[in-house]
């Protein structure tokens, strides 16, 4: 691309820096305006101590007998320099803050101030055509004009035209070295090309900052409002476990319940629970497996609690229909659970308890690895506690008992590789 066609590019694309959206413009007007109008009446101040200095500098060099053709000239712009600048202060910097009232009262003073400086500087680098026939003060008001104000393009090129053609007026009239003046044409020219092309660059420069400190507001709102989501979110999930908390209590103090119906059964499912736990942990399960084993223990034989305490403490052999009714407690023990949202990992713990390996078990008659492998582990679990326990019709086993059982009935009732890793778990507990 040719540089004339970038500088075109430059100066026609809106979107170089981005464009403020239609909902900002309002936002953005008013604190450009705010901003121009802060360094104009600064400026302002400072030009009313300059002129003050250059009055002086006039008066002194009047006595001196000093003056040359166009120090009279001079003298007046002087003054103009001190009564514009003292009346705008007066006018424009008492009882104006930040009040959105003010807006166009300082936007009218940041135009008039650029509008005279412009006037001023212009006139000065005119009359000094009478003393050095330079144009420095033009210069200056140019590029103080450019760097002071954030103007849009167009409200610039408005400023720097106007200047431009009084300039190139004035000096016309009043230059009479021909080689000056085509010095100054060229010089002038490029000045207020350049001068305006630096107004240009610095108010897209502001776009940019613009919409940037926007896009930094937006995603501040973006994390703000998903900071509160997440908050919400982490006060359903607490309100959520407490509930699960809480149904985890019942359901709990529904097997404690249970085993007040029998009082041989006492802590049977605590116990089963903590053999189940043992050897889980040392077959290096994971977590979740760990928690749904435990849960699974505590509730393996809820469903007893649907079964008529003559059936669940009679003290002799059950009837084949007692006993059908006794081995339903498996299945009423998923139904149960089945409505609690915990404990549906481990409703085929609680079903297929008393499935056996070689497929003669309840309520499903499961085989081998057919049978859920947790399942598979309460039921040596189970056995541990049956045989350890005391019943009314005989005392407590030993371990011993517990080992020659589960070898005796590995691969029949149990899983041999799990009976074998509970004595592998046995010996090395010691
Ligand atoms: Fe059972």
């Known amino acids: 691309m040719s540089l004339t066609k970038a500088l075109l590019s430059f100066l026609l694309t809106k979107n170089m820096y981005g464009r403020i959206p239609d909902s900002n413009k309002n936002e953005f007007n008013i604190e450009l305006i705010n901003l121009n109008?802060?360094?104009?009446?600064?400026?302002?101040?400072?030009?009313?101590?300059?002129?003050?200095?250059?009055?002086?500098?006039?008066?002194?060099?009047?006595?001196?007998?000093?003056?040359?053709?166009?120090?009279?000239?001079?003298?007046?712009?002087?003054?103009?320099?001190?009564?514009?600048?003292?009346?705008?202060?007066?006018?424009?910097?008492?009882?104006?803050?930040?009040?959105p009232k003010h807006t166009q009262k300082k936007l009218f003073f940041v135009m008039l101030f650029a509008y005279f400086l412009s006037l001023d500087s212009t006139l000065t680098s005119i009359i000094d055509q009478h003393i050095h026939g330079q144009i420095t003060v033009y210069i200056i008001g140019a590029y103080l004009i450019a760097v002071m104000n954030n103007f849009k393009p167009l409200t610039s090129l408005g400023i720097f035209l106007i200047n431009y053609s009084i300039f190139v007026i004035g000096i016309t009239f009043v230059q009479e070295n021909?080689?000056?003046?085509?010095?100054?044409?060229?010089?002038?020219?490029?000045?207020?090309?350049?001068?305006?092309?630096?107004?240009?660059?610095?108010?897209?420069?502001?776009?940019?900052?613009?919409?940037?400190?926007?896009?930094?507001?937006?995603?501040?709102g973006e994390l703000e409002k998903a900071n509160q989501q997440l908050t919400a979110t982490n006060c359903k999930l607490q309100e959520s476990l407490s509930a699960l908390d809480e149904s985890q209590n019942i359901i709990f103090t529904l097997a404690l319940a249970l085993e007040s119906k029998d009082p041989y059964s006492h802590g049977h499912s605590d116990r089963v629970a903590d053999y189940a736990l043992e050897l889980a942990r040392s077959l290096n399960l994971s977590e979740v497996d760990q928690v749904n084993i435990y849960r699974a223990a505590i509730?393996?034989?809820?469903?007893?609690?649907?079964?008529?305490?003559?059936?669940?403490?009679?003290?002799?052999?059950?009837?084949?229909?007692e006993w059908s009714i006794m081995k339903s407690h498996p299945e009423r023990g998923g139904n149960i659970c089945s409505k609690l949202n915990f404990a549906r990992e481990i409703l085929p713990i609680i079903r297929h308890h008393h499935e056996r390996y070689d497929g003669k078990g309840y309520p499903d008659g499961l085989c081998g690895e057919k049978i859920p492998f947790l399942a598979r582990l309460v039921s040596i679990a189970d056995t541990v506690d049956a045989i350890t326990s005391s019943r009314p019709y005989r005392s407590a086993g030993t371990f011993e008992q517990v080992l020659e059982e589960l070898q005796k009935y590995a691969g029949t009732q149990f899983d041999p590789v799990l009976v074998e890793a509970f004595i592998a778990f046995y010996h090395a507990k010691g």
């Open 299 to 321: 509730l393996h034989d809820i469903g007893k609690i649907g079964i008529p305490d003559a059936i669940l403490n009679k003290p002799s052999a059950l009837t084949s229909e």
């Open 178 to 220: 021909p080689v000056v003046l085509r010095g100054h044409y060229v010089n002038g020219t490029l000045i207020a090309v350049v001068a305006w092309f630096l107004s240009v660059i610095l108010y897209y420069a502001k776009v940019r900052d613009f919409l940037s400190k926007k896009t930094i507001e937006y995603q501040k």
């Open 37 to 99: 109008f802060d360094r104009s009446r600064k400026t302002n101040l400072v030009l009313l101590g300059v002129s003050l200095i250059l009055l002086l500098i006039d008066v002194l060099n009047k006595q001196k007998g000093l003056w040359m053709p166009g120090s009279k000239y001079l003298f007046y712009t002087h003054i103009l320099m001190i009564l514009v600048p003292l009346i705008l202060l007066l006018f424009f910097s008492i009882n104006i803050g930040d009040n």
